[in-house]
Structures are given as C-alpha cells and as structure tokens.
T-cell receptor, first 113, second 113 residues
C-alpha cells in the first residue's frame, strides 16, 4: 500500500507569509503526527491528531497549528513565518494498538527568506 | 520521558558488525526501547523495538540487559547504504493510545569501503 505522502516536497516563502503543508497518511491510519527537524534542534514533536482531534501538542508557539480531516489527511499551518522556521517538516502516521510503528513521510523542506 | 545518550558518531567498514549503545538510566517500567534510522532529507524509518533481553529481525538485533539501563543496536555486516543517523528512543509502547516520539541527537554512522 502507498506510504505517507507529504506535499509539497520543497517550498520557499518570505518572512511574514504563511504556509500550509499537507500530509496523507497510510490508508487506515488514524493517527498523524508532525515533527520539525533542524540542524540545531534535531527532531522536535509539533502535534498529533487522531480522528480529527488534537491529542498531543509540543512546545511550539501558536503560529504553528494543524488540523485533521475526516479522511485522516492532515494539514499544518505556520503563520507569520520567521527565518528560524526554515526546516524539514515531517509527518508520521500510525495505526492503533500496542507496538504499532510510526511511518514517516519524506518531509517538506521549507526555506524562509 | 527517559533521556537517552548515544555516541555522536561512529565509523565502520563494509562487512563489519556495528554495535551502537544507548544509555537510558531513567527508563520506566512500562517503557519500550525503539530504534529508528534516518537518511538525509528523508523521514526516519523504524528499525526495531524491544522491552528486554534480545530481539532480532531481518535487519538488526537489539540487546537489552536485565537492568534495562542501556541497549545495543547491532547491525550485522554493514554496507555503504547503512550510512545514516540512528536514533534510540525510550517511551511507552508505540501508539498504545498516545503517540509522541522524543528523538535525541542520534548517532551518525559512516560506513566506508
């Protein structure tokens, strides 16, 4: 079956703009998590959605938001972009139950100029 | 969540066995140990997960001593394509209800010819 799909793969935005990233999970997966990866901070958890509800949230400012649709597809939005938001944004999906592994997409490389 | 400590980098040659050790002194009774692999500009990929003793799959083995304060990922006969960053994570069973993965800095493994 198809893996986790993230679009777009690359994006260049200007400071102050906003951006929306999309994630399509593996069919049947209802949990979608988002992570930010930068050289300095590594991989950091942003938030997780399950059945259209945000279940967990990391320590990021309110400019970072997300949502999940009834088909489990998820979007994350970053408003008022800052140079420090330049990063690889990763989405992971998983099924339910104990010891269910997380499957990651290839990520969206966001560059803020 | 238990903090993990791994070597920042390791070097090896093709055909050798590589062992990467992770320390997690504050591991909780319910915590599992999970390893992920990440190639540049790609999302992490699940390698193996264990709770105690030894776990083996088609790509790696995971050794966990009785006190569970450390674990060792063993990669048999590495090839150039095993050059990647390896992350050790400690936490609740994956996606057993709530799902956030806390990644440390990881170990950069460089395999040379």
């Amino acid at each position: 079956k198809a893996g986790v799909t993230q679009t777009p793969r690359y994006l260049i935005k200007t400071r102050g703009q906003q951006v929306t990233l999309s994630c399509s999970p593996i069919s049947g997966h209802r949990s979608v998590s988002w992570y930010q990866q930068t050289p300095g901070q590594g991989l950091q958890f942003l938030f997780e959605y399950f059945s259209e509800t945000q279940r967990n949230k990391g320590n990021f400012p309110g400019r970072f938001s997300g949502r999940q649709f009834s088909n489990s597809r998820s979007e994350m939005n970053v408003s008022t972009l800052e140079l420090g938001d330049s990063a690889l944004y990763l989405c992971a999906s998983s099924g339910e139950g104990v010891n269910t592994e997380a499957f990651f997409g290839q990520g969206t490389r966001l560059t803020v100029v | 969540l238990a903090k993990t400590t791994q070597p920042i980098s390791m070097d090896s040659y093709e055909g050798q066995e590589v062992n990467i050790t992770c320390s997690h002194n504050n591991i909780a009774t319910n915590d599992y140990i999970t390893w992920y692999q990440q190639f540049p500009s790609q999302g992490p990929r699940f390698i193996i997960q264990g709770y105690k003793t030894k776990v083996t799959n088609e790509v790696a083995s995971l050794f966990i001593p009785a006190d569970r304060k450390s674990s060792t990922l063993s990669l048999p006969r590495v090839s150039l394509s095993d050059t990647a960053v390896y992350y050790c994570l400690v936490g609740g069973p994956l996606y057993s209800g709530y799902s956030t993965l806390t990644f440390g800095k990881g170990t950069m493994l460089l395999v040379s010819p």
